[in-house]
């Protein structure tokens, strides 16, 4: 992948503005901060409103694996130590792990279609 010249990143070429000169090798982002373009002529460039709404996206979709990682890896550390709530805790996480799996395959889909109307 090439590297941008004016901040050293590799993008993939589609994130690249066309031209000589001045315009060569400079991502889109680099472009429109140095005036070299307009936001209107550079389809590939994410704003800040499509940067949060891709994040909020990709936070709801990863959220729940990510929280069932931190339920177990509670329940190694300090959870067995609670007598009454270590059972009702330990069930919670089996069936956690047994539904967001299947829930996050299922809502696959959805976040494609999602994530293909936020992007330009």
Not at 15 to 29: A, D, E, L, M, T
Not at 52 to 81: E, M, Q
Request: aromatic share 10%.
């Amino acid at each position: 992948m090439p590297a941008c010249r004016m901040c050293k990143q590799n993008y993939p070429q589609a994130q690249f503005i066309s031209g000589n000169g001045p315009r060569y090798q400079v991502c889109s982002r680099c472009g429109i901060e140095h005036g070299l373009v307009d936001p209107e002529d550079t389809p590939q460039f994410y704003s800040d409103e499509i940067l949060n709404a891709r994040l909020s996206l990709f936070t709801r979709r990863n959220l729940p694996l990510v929280a069932l990682l931190v339920g177990w890896i509670l329940y190694l550390s300090i959870g067995r130590g609670i007598d009454l709530w270590s059972g009702l805790f330990f069930g919670l996480l089996a069936i956690s792990t047994l539904i967001v799996p299947l829930l996050h395959f299922m809502g696959s889909a959805k976040f494609r279609a999602e994530l293909s109307r936020i992007t330009p």
